[in-house]
């Protein structure tokens, strides 16, 4: 049996040759005679696996010595509490509503205090991202929220939004290391490593020091304190090692493949080649309004749910897999995250031509 063409929005495809890696070190890493699995997360084995990721991440993003990089548990879910619980000191937050994921994030938040939604794109069912030029920002706002890229509806914030000063949080789960980013522009990007990075159970954030404070919400745990994390270099507690070790494997991979631009531009020709095709068919249309086209997720329709139905099962038997659409959308969704070669996108491309002609 070899291996799919994995559609999957997370967790999801991993480069082959990072699968290939770590399955050559599994029952040895490095002349340990161990597993990395079996071994101590206070080993200097361990030490150097969780320093090099670090200092790769770092490499890659460009990040400035005042931000803190945390490798942590919980998935990108546990941050849609622990980002009020350490940062809503005045107890009001603003947040910019353009899918599922953030709309869990405003209603977490609410928890813990005021949340003002100061933009929504729900009124066209996630489809666009609003125009963020001139938000009424709350003036005592602690901070901005977005979800950079919607994974489920597949929008992505081509420009950020004008926060007016305050501090800017993002989910970007779904965009992680797909492409250069200024780091400075926020005060916490943070992710789950499962949608563009690596296995799940490892959610990395990076976060600006002075965000990183004593002063957090009463009855906040010690396990959800940022500064519990950042003081232990993220080993106060047994850490998700192996997932530790996926991601530096894939940050190494990014790097030999050229760095964040290099994932961008081939990116951008991924998705080029599938939205083109979307453009101009005459069965299939994507759902994203263009100028707002996620890189990443591509969902898609052909207007009838049975067809989508019929096509999932005849791409699965291609080879072609986990292309339905979330369950709270229906329809069919592609994610071409940094590892599905462009061969992947090119034979779901030929796939759908021969289903169109097939199906009209
Ligand atoms: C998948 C996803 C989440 C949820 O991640 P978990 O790790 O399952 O909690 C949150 N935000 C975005 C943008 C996602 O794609």
Same mark, same amino acid.
């Given at each position: ?13 991993l480069?082959?040759e990072?699968?290939?890696e770590a399955?050559?070190e599994?029952?040895d ?7 990395v699995?079996?071994m ?5 084995a361990f ?8 200092q ?7 990040i400035?010595?005042?931000y ?12 849609f509490a622990m ?6 000191k005045?107890? /009001?937050a ?12 405003a209603?977490?938040a609410?928890?813990y ?5 100061i ?7 996630f ?5 963020c030029?001139?938000l009424?920002?709350?003036?005592d706002?602690?901070?901005v929220?977005?979800c ?9 914030f081509?420009?950020?939004?004008d ?15 797909s ?6 522009k ?11 990075i690596?296995?799940?159970? /490892? ?12 002063d957090?919400?009463p009855g906040?745990?010690t396990?959800?304190a940022?500064?519990?994390h950042?003081?232990a270099?993220?080993l106060y507690?047994?850490?998700?090692a192996?997932?530790?070790y ?5 940050f190494k991979?990014?790097k ?8 961008k531009?081939k ?7 599938l939205?083109?095709?979307l453009d ?7 759902t994203?309004v ?7 997720n591509v969902?898609?329709?052909t207007?009838d749910e049975?067809?989508d ?6 791409a ?5 897999e986990n292309l ?13 995250y940094?590892?599905m070669?462009y ?11 021969k289903?169109e002609?097939?199906?009209l």
């Amino acid at each position: 049996m070899g291996r799919v063409y994995n559609f999957s929005a997370g967790p999801a495809v991993l480069p082959e040759e990072v699968l290939r890696e770590a399955a050559a070190e599994m029952l040895d890493y490095h002349g340990t005679g161990m597993s990395v699995m079996e071994m101590s997360h206070r080993s200097k084995a361990f030490g150097e696996i969780i320093d090099t990721a670090e200092q790769d991440i770092r490499d890659l993003m460009g990040i400035p010595d005042n931000y803190r990089v945390l490798f942590l548990q919980g998935g990108a879910s546990q941050q849609f509490a622990m980002i009020p619980m350490n940062l809503m000191k005045n107890r /009001v937050a603003d947040y910019i509503v353009t899918g599922q994921w953030a709309k869990k994030a405003a209603k977490e938040a609410e928890k813990y205090g005021k949340v003002n939604r100061i933009a929504s794109s729900e009124d066209k069912t996630f489809s666009y991202i609003p125009d963020c030029s001139d938000l009424p920002v709350s003036e005592d706002a602690d901070y901005v929220y977005i979800c950079e890229n919607n994974t489920i509806y597949g929008t992505k914030f081509k420009k950020l939004p004008d926060t007016k000063g305050k501090t800017l949080v993002a989910d970007v789960s779904s965009c992680f290391l797909s492409e250069p980013v200024d780091v400075t522009k926020y005060g916490i990007i943070y992710g789950g490593a499962q949608k563009n990075i690596g296995p799940a159970g /490892v959610v990395i954030v990076i976060i600006r020091e002075d965000l990183i404070t004593e002063d957090v919400l009463p009855g906040t745990p010690t396990m959800l304190a940022y500064k519990t994390h950042a003081d232990a270099k993220s080993l106060y507690n047994t850490p998700p090692a192996y997932g530790i070790y996926m991601c530096g494997k894939v940050f190494k991979w990014i790097k030999s493949q050229g760095g964040l631009g290099a994932m961008k531009e081939k990116n951008e020709k991924k998705a080029k080649l599938l939205y083109d095709f979307l453009d101009q068919s005459r069965l299939f249309k994507g759902t994203v309004v263009p100028e707002d086209r996620s890189l990443m997720n591509v969902p898609f329709v052909t207007g009838d749910e049975d067809l989508d139905a019929k096509f999932v099962k005849e791409a699965k038997e291609a080879g072609l897999e986990n292309l339905k659409g979330h369950r709270t959308v229906g329809g069919m969704r592609a994610s071409i995250y940094n590892a599905m070669p462009y061969e992947g996108v090119a034979a779901l491309v030929e796939f759908m031509k021969k289903f169109e002609e097939e199906n009209l």
